[in-house]
């Protein structure tokens, strides 16, 4: 999955992503505990800078790649677990409409993320122990919220992003295929109003 998209990135790129997470939480009216947000942070600064250990969630099967996790044993399973978790979380939550345009179902790619999750979560308990709160089970359990927790912030860096006849362009197509909100009073600030159907844009 290409990753080359507009946004906009403030000097230092923790303190941006954080004020955009908040920003977010607080447009959804969602409560996260500072773990998950502070945890959301830091899958978006990383993968702000891609390298072989945050590659495309999407690069093989994800089917193949829950397999080959779960059969791992120890440190190895549990890296390859958050991995696949992180990188279901931020393909989906920054290029989701790019998942459902390549036939990707949107739902059993959101599973496979949570499940990763979930059982990443479950190595960090002893056996017989109680379950007690961890990030990642929040991840795992509220894994398509934090998705439109992302979502949002992609919209918000690619609008600031967003210069020119081009950029507005840009805009429009994505509000095209999300529908967002967030788009939508971008698209109108900036003098236009999408309509949906054949008229386009006024």
């Known amino acids: 999955m290409s990753r080359t998209t507009s946004i906009a990135i403030s000097p230092s790129i923790s303190d941006y992503f954080m004020s955009a997470v908040g920003d977010a939480l607080r447009s959804r009216k969602m409560e996260a505990s500072a773990a998950a947000s ?103 359990d509220r894994f398509e919220q934090f998705v439109e927790v992302l979502n949002e912030v992609a919209d918000g860096a690619i609008a600031k992003g967003a210069q020119g006849q081009r950029g507005l362009l840009k805009l429009y197509e994505r509000w095209l295929r999300t529908g967002s909100s967030r788009l939508a009073e971008e698209l109108g600030a900036r003098g236009l109003v999408p309509v949906r159907g054949k008229e386009g844009v006024h």
């Open 38 to 140: 502070h945890y959301l942070v830091g899958v978006l600064c990383d993968y702000a800078h891609p390298s072989e250990e945050n590659e495309s969630a999407f690069s093989r099967p994800l089917a193949f790649q829950l397999h080959d996790a779960l059969e791992a044993s120890g440190a190895t399973r549990f890296r390859r677990l958050r991995a696949l978790g992180d990188g279901v979380l931020y393909g989906v939550g920054f290029f989701g409409s790019h998942v459902e345009l390549r036939g990707i179902d949107r739902g059993y790619v959101i599973r496979v993320g949570a499940t990763a999750y979930d059982n990443a979560s479950a190595m960090l308990r002893t056996p017989g122990q109680r379950a007690t709160h961890d990030v990642l089970s929040e991840l795992a």
